[in-house]
């Protein structure tokens, strides 16, 4: 075969392995709009043996599972715990994930920074955060006029809602930042 050939031949299945469009197909678990570009794509993670990742463009780690989930070394197995506002505040308190004990709920903005737009129900990176529930996550950011509420994303949607502190909802932790 001519070297330029070989090189086209080669060309052809590069871009048909590592195509954008191929690539974002395991992005989401649920339904995915692809005509909208990845907004969390896989490349923006450092992931890590231990079930944490680091968002490079936050520099924030992340627990891959939600609270009461496990790692097992490929995916979060069991089932999500929910919370209210005050025991999920307790909860990161409490945990001593991959050897660290500073670990907290992240403010509504943090917790915003890992919506993949691209997804549905959930709308999260299913690659770097595998089973995570479309439903609501509590941050650490409390309602204003010392009201009875505190900030959480719904993750079926991504919209962000003001939820009583009485009410329960689940939990993923962070570390770094603020």
């Known amino acids: ?78 089932s999500a715990i929910t919370r209210n506002w005050q025991g999920a505040l307790q909860a990161a308190q409490d945990s001593n994930f991959a050897g660290h004990n500073d670990w907290r709920l992240p403010n509504i903005k943090e917790l915003e920074s890992i919506v993949e737009e ?6 999260i990176n299913a690659a770097v955060f595998p089973q995570t529930p479309s439903s609501r996550f509590w941050s650490s950011s409390p309602g204003a006029n010392g009201s009875g509420g505190a900030w959480h994303l719904l993750f079926g949607y991504g919209g962000v809602n003001l939820g009583s502190k009485a009410s329960n909802y689940q939990v993923r932790l962070v570390r770094g930042g603020q």
């Open 1 to 78: 075969m001519k070297p330029c050939y070989l090189f086209i031949c080669l060309s052809f299945v590069a871009a048909l392995f590592f195509s954008p469009s191929l690539i974002a197909g395991t992005l989401c678990s649920g339904s995915e709009n692809t005509a909208i570009t990845s907004t969390t794509p896989t490349v923006d993670f450092d992931i890590h043996a231990d079930g944490t990742v680091t968002h490079k463009p936050t520099g924030l780690v992340w627990m891959r599972c939600s609270l009461g989930q496990d790692w097992d070394g490929s995916t979060c197995t069991g």
């Open 118 to 123: 691209r997804c549905f129900s959930p709308v």
